[in-house]
């Protein structure tokens, strides 16, 4: 992008508040729902400072503009963010975020202003108790980049459809059932849902409003007699309206969402998700309307599988595997033919073979190519303006870390595998079978039912740490069935908060990534997908119930980037075994060039 446009955009902005007589303003990565991926409308920050990460805020005063992301993006953004007059604020334990920044740098009866629509009750409420003690005033009732931003996308208008019927373990009807009985538990008369993935898991539907999550833009409010859905009424067929009637459902406007919620009285009490419903969504609801902020009933819900729908994520990650097989076997011989290829041909090869298994809607996020020093970007994304070729001299070797997934109808697939180009060094060997060590011990991991997910982060991080290294992001991550690949609320990360919502159940699915990243070098990340289920125990046990993880993602780990002195029996075994359940998964779905590629790097170690 221009660096000359995003100085004009500040300056734009700028004069916006000078205009409305406010100090300073807040521009987060977020829309009405709170989403991790939005849709263009709504990638303010994005338009604004030509950051292309998934997460990050920026700050404009008159005399400072800052954006403040974490260490994943620490590389990517100071690259992007040089000329354009933005400093990038590094997000780690001991600075200050975006919010203490603001508390300490401005001076009392000052003014902040966030657009409410996409700004969490969660998020408001640590704004007003850091600049409540400063006399800061926060406005968030106007949206100042309406004045700025003339060329703004439209919404998006992407048709909805019905989640194939042969992959539906449960009726619209009995998941409503079910979020009723969250809401009586509760005690709550109405219920308003904003997240996207809550909604589609909900009522059985997808759509493609967002890019590599099959949700779409709507809002849901449930009473004990009746679920309204705020959608544009553009995106629903006939016979999808129908069949939302039939399941106990009526149609409004998108936008009307406001006023409905503007007609609740005193005796009504709604629950909601303080961190996944935006103030702006709120705006007319009266003072004397009671709150219930808690967890949605549906995101537990949604979270645990149904032994039918761990069969056909079983399934999807079967073609998955094969398709990986088909990816590698070509890839290799294409390298090995002397052939010149880039981080692009990879993304473009991933979707070329994934596209052909059946079921395929799209990839599940934008893959992560890349080679030597860019995979050492957790977060890395290869453009046509920006990428690497996979060039080694004569003698010497690299690696390449390849983050990718899929969308199929029967499942979300999510995998991280690094590959050696050239002549790899002892040191990859050494860095990558520590990664490996680490994965192996929560693949491996016993633990109580129940138990905070962040607490056994340290499980796999433990190999890591005893040889003094570590990585910045998290373990793992809920996966969903058909919907986003990042789905709470179990979350394998000590930073994160371990409250009793975070509890591991059966039948939830999590990834298992940890990574080592050596910056201006290499990065190393293993990847796979894990079912939570219960320990088989022969006789009962006085300690209660306990958990472990099946895993189920199918595809070779690269057993030449191993030096297995390092690797203890039962890390071996560990393996051996593994790979001996992937050929035995897959053998049957590829055949020529691929067989033999899979045949090749499942041998035992």
């Given at each position: 992008m221009n660096k000359q446009n995003i100085h004009d955009r500040i300056d734009n902005l700028r004069q916006a508040l000078v205009e409305q007589d406010l100090t300073a303003i807040i521009v987060p990565s977020a829309d009405p729902h709170l989403s991790e991926y939005l849709p263009e409308y709504w990638q303010a920050r994005q338009w604004l400072t030509g950051f292309t990460g998934s997460v990050g805020t920026l700050v404009v005063t008159a005399d400072f503009a800052g954006l403040w992301t974490d260490s994943r993006y620490w590389v990517h953004a100071a690259d992007q963010l040089e000329g354009t007059g933005i400093s990038l604020e590094k997000l780690a334990p001991g600075q200050p975020n975006h919010i203490v920044w603001l508390a300490g740098h401005l001076q009392e009866g000052d003014s902040v202003t966030v657009?409410?629509?996409?700004?969490?009750?969660?998020?408001?409420?640590?704004?007003?108790?850091?600049?409540?003690?400063?006399?800061?005033?926060?406005?968030?009732?106007?949206?100042?980049?309406?004045?700025?931003?003339?060329?703004?996308?439209a919404l998006p208008t992407a048709k909805l459809y019905v989640?194939?019927?042969?992959?539906?373990a449960q009726s619209v009807t009995s998941k409503l059932a079910a979020v009723r009985e969250g809401m009586k538990e509760a005690g709550a008369t109405h219920h308003l849902l904003s997240s996207l993935d809550d909604i589609a898991w909900l009522t059985n539907l997808r759509g493609a409003d967002i890019d590599y999550n099959p949700i779409f833009l709507s809002h849901l409010l449930i009473s004990s007699d009746n679920a309204t859905l705020f959608i544009d009424n553009n995106k629903i067929s006939s016979e999808i309206e129908q069949g939302l009637k039939d399941s106990g459902f009526t149609l409004a406007d998108y936008n009307a969402v406001q006023d409905a919620l503007g007609a609740l009285t005193p005796e009504d009490l709604l629950l909601l998700d303080p961190s996944k419903v935006a103030i702006g969504t709120l705006s007319k609801i009266a003072d004397d309307v009671g709150f219930i902020e808690q967890m949605a009933p549906s995101s537990l819900l949604k979270s645990v599988k149904s032994d039918?729908?761990?069969?056909?994520?079983?399934?999807?990650?079967r073609q998955d595997g094969a398709a990986l097989c088909e990816?590698?076997?070509?890839?290799?011989?294409?390298?090995?033919?002397?052939?010149?290829?880039?981080?692009?041909?990879?993304?473009?090869?991933?979707?070329?073979?994934?596209?052909?298994?059946?079921?395929?809607?799209?990839?599940?996020?934008?893959?992560?190519?890349?080679?030597?020093d860019n995979g050492a970007l957790p977060h890395y994304r290869a453009t046509p303006e920006k990428f690497s070729y996979l060039d080694v001299a004569e003698g010497e070797g690299g690696l390449l870390l390849i983050d990718s997934g899929a969308q199929y109808q029967n499942g979300t697939t999510d995998i991280t595998r690094v590959v050696g180009i050239g002549q790899v060094s002892d040191a990859h060997k050494r860095d990558f079978s520590t990664v490996l060590k680490a994965h192996v011990a929560l693949a491996r991991a016993n633990f109580p039912d129940g138990i905070a997910s962040p607490l056994i982060d340290a499980i796999c991080r433990a190999p890591l740490w005893q040889a003094q290294m570590d990585y910045g992001h998290g373990t793992g991550h809920g996966v969903g069935f058909f919907l986003n690949v990042h789905?709470?609320?179990?979350?394998?990360?000590?930073?994160?908060?371990?409250?009793?919502?975070?509890?591991?159940?059966?039948?939830?699915?999590?990834?298992?990534?940890?990574?080592?990243?050596?910056?201006?070098?290499?990065?190393?990340?293993?990847?796979?997908?894990?079912v939570n289920k219960r320990v088989a125990q022969p006789t009962e046990t006085d300690f209660g119930d306990f958990l472990n993880f099946e895993t189920?993602?199918?595809?070779?780990?690269?057993?030449?980037?191993?030096?297995?002195?390092?690797?203890?029996?039962?890390?071996?075994?560990?393996?051996?075994?593994?790979?001996?359940?992937?050929?035995?998964?897959?053998?049957?779905?590829?055949?020529?060039?691929a067989l033999e590629w899979l045949t090749e790097r499942t041998k035992a170690i």
């Open positions: 657009d409410g629509n996409v700004l969490s009750i969660a998020e408001q409420d640590k704004l007003l108790n850091a600049f409540d003690a400063n006399d800061i005033t926060l406005i968030t009732d106007r949206d100042v980049l309406d004045d700025v931003w003339a060329d703004r996308p989640h194939n019927a042969q992959f539906v039918a729908d761990i069969d056909h994520v079983r399934e999807a990650m990816f590698f076997a070509d890839f290799e011989q294409r390298l090995a033919d002397g052939e010149r290829l880039s981080e692009l041909d990879v993304d473009s090869m991933l979707i070329a073979v994934r596209s052909q298994q059946p079921h395929y809607v799209s990839p599940s996020f934008p893959t992560i190519a890349g080679f030597n789905e709470g609320p179990q979350v394998i990360a000590y930073s994160a908060s371990t409250p009793k919502e975070r509890a591991m159940k059966a039948g939830m699915i999590s990834s298992n990534e940890p990574g080592l990243y050596r910056e201006g070098k290499y990065g190393i990340r293993i990847e796979n997908l894990m189920v993602t199918y595809c070779p780990i690269d057993t030449r980037l191993i030096e297995k002195s390092l690797l203890s029996d039962v890390e071996v075994d560990w393996l051996n075994n593994y790979h001996k359940q992937v050929y035995a998964e897959l053998n049957s779905r590829v055949k020529g060039a």
